[in-house]
């Protein structure tokens, strides 16, 4: 089976278009229709159902994609594997959540990348349940994360304390104009939510609801207003008088977690390149 039928058909699942799959792939509309229907041939049902500017997966789609990408990703980690040239003894295949690569992941690849020049990385960048179950699956060696999954199949090492400050664009205001004026809250995980409800009760009325802190200060920045945040990722911010600490609210500390199998043959590779944290 092509892998490119795999990648197009998750192209198409997500853009839900396929001229826009074309642009993406930088192939024609036609080879893009026609990788779709020879995978439907192959499999014997229609993925998608086509109606005009609408196109949507099927039941059968839908039950295709966890498939399709544990697929494709097993392929690049395999390409990896196999590909190694001979300056590169080993591979570390790693994934982050786009919050802790802004944080400080993005800062430890670097680190790594220049001390071991023996390694081949591989970066993904995605929502922690998927990072997760790629690093069940042994498509990921190593995920950093929020939340450490509840399972004996993985070891959740923790890394280091976040704390979330409530930041605003507003001097000198306090945590009761903060919660109820154009306030975004950014879910940061069920720890968070506990502590922020246990402060905030009532008073809390958020304009905006956001599973990104990245997102969430491009917009505080842009148009105003208060979030809870990552005190590594404002205090720029801070410095320069952007934003502003609401005093009187409590800072909520969270930790970050290393999440990698408990049997893996790169653990002590793994142990080894964590220090560079």
């Keep these: 089976m092509d892998i490119s039928l795999f990648k197009t058909f998750l192209c198409v699942a997500r853009v839900r278009h396929f001229g826009k799959a074309a642009d993406t792939l930088f192939v024609t509309q036609a080879a893009v229709s026609a990788r779709i229907k020879l995978l ?5 049902v229609q993925l998608f159902k086509r109606e005009r500017n609408n196109i949507q997966l099927t039941a059968a789609g839908e039950r295709l994609r966890k498939h ?11 390409r990896l594997e196999v590909a190694l040239e001979s300056g590169y003894r080993r591979s570390l295949a790693v994934g982050t959540t786009n919050d802790l690569w802004d944080i400080y992941a993005s800062g430890w690849l670097q680190r790594v990348y220049m001390a071991r020049a023996e390694l081949a990385l591989r970066l993904e960048v995605n929502n922690a349940e998927t990072l997760v179950t790629r690093v069940i699956d042994n498509l990921l060696d190593l995920a950093f994360v929020y939340e450490p999954p509840a399972t004996a199949e993985l070891v959740a090492k923790p890394l280091t304390k976040i704390p979330l400050v409530l930041v605003t664009t507003r001097a000198s ?7 109820s ?54 205090q720029p911010h801070l410095d320069s008088g952007a934003l502003h600490l609401v005093d009187e609210a409590p800072v909520i500390e969270r930790y970050s977690y290393a999440v990698f199998r ?7 590779l793994l142990l080894d390149v964590l220090t560079e944290i």
């Design 40 to 44: 439907e041939g192959a499999l014997g």
């Design 173 to 179: 205001i306090t945590p009761e104009a903060a919660m």
């Design 262 to 268: 408990v049997e893996n043959e790169s653990n002590a």
């Design 181 to 234: 004026g154009n306030y975004l809250l950014v879910d940061w995980g069920s720890s968070f939510s506990i502590a922020h409800a246990a402060f905030a009760g009532e008073r809390c009325l958020p304009r905006v609801h956001c599973t990104s802190g990245g997102v969430a200060l491009d917009l505080l920045l842009t148009a105003g207003g208060s979030c809870y945040l990552a005190r590594q990722m404002v």
């Design 68 to 78: 399709a990408e544990t697929i494709v990703s097993g392929w690049e980690r395999a």
